[in-house]
């Protein structure tokens, strides 16, 4: 982080600003680099994570500050795990009660159905994204629905929702501010619960003047959101349906709960009477005991702070008004028979895996290219297009603090090793890796050819022309200083030293 920008994010008493403090301070003039974009999507081709990434560091400003903001929030998890003695049994019920949950999904799924319906919700069932819009636009067309308000949903995401309801006629509205920001910027959200936080102000400052004509030059923080309050708030009041997600969705009552923090969901459900919620089939927990576990987890893993501001239970429609209750498989169902890969679907949506990540704190969202970005990402977007997402696996330290910080103790790390060699074993390894891991192969297979290697390698590194590291071709030599070589490698060491022992060379 550079001097100054630390500068913006402490107080004069030299401590860390809490995210909504320092999200508040205006931005000195000076920081005016333009917004890097994300990775560029060509098809089914595979996406290209490391040139996004590149693009985004090179724009110091934003990485320094994205890297800043993200792990203050990972800094702010470990505080409130510390203070919760139970922190270890509480992960270890969340992983059981969702593996439990999972293991008789179609049970639970049928016990909801019946205690929703039993409640006054229509239950409707989608196999994929192109049915769950297909029902939504349906249930919008027949009630004459022009405008939509919806809160922050990755489920959505998936299923193409606002590009399909725009093509539509379907005017959506997004009722989350960050999110909303996205929307007017044409964007997707490059986290699961801070979607524009790759963003400077500077950035919103520009989106809002273009869209809603507010001051280019302007980029105090209540200043750019009173504005946006005052261009959606009769958007918002004017809407004839509001759609939600679900973060988790109770089988023995029937029911289902959403957690914001700004009272988005709220709305979206309660201005209008019309209430559909998206949900992904995973979210089920057995009953309302089962509730408080995850309720503790969520916003401290996620924001470190002790309980999201708004937990709202929905129960069934108010008078006069109607509710939908989409259930979307959208490969659900496959991911949970891949033996290696069905743990994935244990996941809260915290993001604590993305903010703890070295990768993704310094390459940003969007350059994943994918709806679901960072640790998360790598383990599931493969299971959606195997082509496509090929190269994400690779975007990893696999350093294992994404499995250390989860919730639910997903095996993250685990799953990303395993995504590779699945990968190799498809033939879904680019040409260059490919040649790359068949020459490791066989130096790694013979002892011989290892030592004789270790030896020529250390002078190449040494004399190796600068350019062959550093240069365009080369992703791999870009942000990465090699390291100083050793005059000697451990296995000379070892040699000489037991050699002197008078051990020999057999040893
Ligand atoms: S994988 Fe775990 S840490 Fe990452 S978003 Fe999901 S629940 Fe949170």
């Known amino acids: ?86 922190w270890e049994e509480l992960r270890n019920l969340a992983s059981g009660i969702k593996e439990h949950t999972l293991s008789k999904l179609d049970y639970y799924l049928e016990l909801f159905e019946k205690n929703a ?26 009630r004459g629905v022009e405008r939509l308000i919806k809160s922050k949903s990755m489920l959505t995401e998936e299923c193409g929702f606002r590009e399909f309801m725009a093509h539509n006629n379907v005017e959506v509205i997004e009722t989350d501010l960050g999110e909303r920001i996205q929307q007017l910027d044409d964007e997707a959200p490059s986290h699961v619960v801070v979607p524009a936080v790759h963003k400077l102000r500077t950035d919103v400052a520009s989106v809002f003047a273009k869209t809603i004509g507010s ?14 309050r005052e261009a959606t708030r009769p958007l918002i009041l004017s809407a ?53 576990v995850f309720i503790r987890l969520l916003s401290r893993s996620a924001l470190g702070s002790p309980i999201t501001q708004y937990t709202s239970h929905f129960r069934g429609p108010r008078e006069g ?63 959606f297009n195997v082509h496509k997402y090929r190269n994400l696996p690779y975007s990893s330290t696999m350093n294992g603090s994404c499995t250390n910080v989860c919730p639910v103790k997903i095996n993250i790390h685990e799953q990303i090793a395993d995504w590779r060699k699945t990968l190799a074993g498809e033939g879904e390894i680019s040409p260059v890796k490919k040649v790359m891991m068949k020459a490791a192969g066989e130096v790694l297979a013979s002892p011989v050819v290892y030592r004789a290697s270790l030896p020529l390698g250390r002078s190449a590194l040494r004399h190796l022309p600068h350019f062959m590291l550093y240069n365009k071709l080369n992703t791999w030599g870009r942000k990465r200083d090699i390291p100083e070589t050793p005059k000697q490698t451990f296995n000379e060491w070892y040699r000489r030293n037991r050699k002197s022992q008078g051990e020999g060379e057999n040893s």
């Open 117 to 142: 319906t039993a409640n006054g919700i229509k239950v409707h069932w989608a196999k994929d994204g192109a049915e769950h819009n297909a029902i939504v636009l349906e249930i919008l067309r027949s």
């Open 321 to 383: 008004g109607e509710m939908h209750v989409v259930l979307v498989d959208n490969g659900r169902s496959e991911r949970l028979g891949m033996e290696k890969f069905w743990p994935g679907l244990k996941c809260i949506r915290c993001g604590a895996c993305m903010n703890t990540c070295p990768v993704f704190r310094r390459s940003g969202g969007l350059s994943y290219g994918a709806t679901y970005a960072g640790p998360i990402g790598l383990i599931i977007d493969p299971t």
């Open 215 to 228: 001051d280019p030059d302007n980029a105090d923080a209540h200043y750019l959101t009173e504005c946006q």
């Open 1 to 86: 982080m550079t001097a100054e920008l630390h500068e913006e994010l402490t107080d004069p008493d030299g401590e860390q600003l809490d995210h909504g403090a320092a999200s508040s301070r205006p931005l000195k003039s000076r920081i005016s680099e333009p917004q890097p974009r994300g990775a560029k999507i060509r098809g089914n081709r595979p996406v290209d994570q490391s040139e996004a990434a590149n693009r985004f560091m090179a724009a110091t400003e934003h990485e320094a500050m994205h890297d800043a903001r993200l792990w203050d929030l990972r800094q702010k998890r470990d505080k409130e795990m510390h203070g919760i003695e139970e």
């Open 240 to 292: 004839q349906a509001g759609m939600t997600g679900g973060n988790f969705v109770v089988a023995e009552t029937g029911t289902f709960v959403v957690c914001t923090n700004e009272g988005n969901a709220d709305l979206s459900a309660n201005t209008p009477l019309l209430h559909i919620a998206s949900i992904g089939i995973e979210k089920l927990i057995p009953g309302l005991n089962e509730l408080p």
